[in-house]
């Protein structure tokens, strides 16, 4: 079965600092990862996926996520964090080799940035 | 991107009453929606998934009974919680997306369940 986890509950950066949010994921075909970012109660708002070719990819608002096949990565960054940044991050994969129809969520990481 | 709608965004029910919430794809056909539920602070549970003119496959322990879903055309589709009870308030998120390849899902905004 596909999984995401994501380590961290909650993230805190100041701001102007580079960020991270961390996604690890398991999938028996290839994965198709998503980033997404939800502020309060709102839906999810898509930043960016990674399908295939060049494993870093730019996103939304200054994002980007690096593709690793090795270690089953996808890490979220940022290179100067916002406060405005500071909402619930979802990472997501398909998993293609099962002609994935599903979503598959992690537990979501709570990024806060402070002045 | 695409833009799904969500409607209503807030509902205040009765116990025992039925709730009906829409999806809409404003801009796309979504040969496939999916429902989300969410509990605070907690990711998103998958409920069921539909396809347009088809039935909903529901996920292991939503029980299909309570929570209709209807997908009748290529745009919209329909939550009913029905007989609604305190536990089932929450926040229901549903996505749409269009057909085939890797095409990313897009959410609603949500609706902000709450049974008294």
């Known amino acids: 079965a596909q999984s995401v986890a994501q380590p961290e509950d909650q993230v805190n950066v100041a701001e102007g600092n580079p960020l991270t949010v961390k996604c690890t994921y398991s999938?028996?075909?290839?994965?198709?990862l998503f980033w997404y970012v939800q502020y309060p109660n709102r839906g999810l708002q898509f930043l960016l996926k990674?399908?295939?070719?060049?494993?870093l990819v730019k996103g939304s608002y200054g994002f980007e996520a690096e593709f690793n096949k090795s270690q089953t990565s996808f890490h979220l960054k940022k290179p100067s964090a916002l406060v405005s940044d500071s909402a619930l991050y979802f990472c997501?994969?398909?998993?293609?080799?099962?002609?994935?129809?599903?979503?598959?969520f992690g537990t979501g990481t709570q990024l806060k940035v402070e002045l | 991107g695409a833009v799904v709608s969500q409607h209503p965004s807030r509902v205040i029910c009765k116990s025992g009453t039925s709730v009906k919430i829409e999806c809409r794809s404003l801009?796309?056909?979504?040969?496939?929606m999916f429902w989300y539920r969410q509990f605070p602070k907690k990711s998103l549970m998958l409920m069921a998934t539909?396809?347009?003119?088809?039935?909903?496959?529901?996920e292991q322990g939503v029980e299909k009974d309570k929570f209709l879903i209807n997908h009748a055309s290529l745009t919209l589709s329909t939550l009913t919680v029905t007989s609604a009870h305190p536990e089932d308030s929450s926040f229901y998120i549903c996505?749409?997306?269009?057909?085939?390849?890797?095409?990313?899902?897009?959410f609603g905004p949500g609706t902000r369940l709450t049974v008294l």
């Open positions: 996505s749409a997306r269009s057909s085939g390849g890797a095409n990313e899902q897009f």
């Open positions: 999938v028996s075909g290839n994965p198709y």
């Open positions: 990674y399908i295939t070719g060049d494993n």
């Open positions: 997501a994969v398909r998993d293609m080799g099962r002609g994935g129809n599903k979503l598959t």
């Open positions: 801009d796309f056909q979504a040969t496939t």
């Open positions: 539909s396809n347009e003119g088809s039935k909903a496959t529901y």
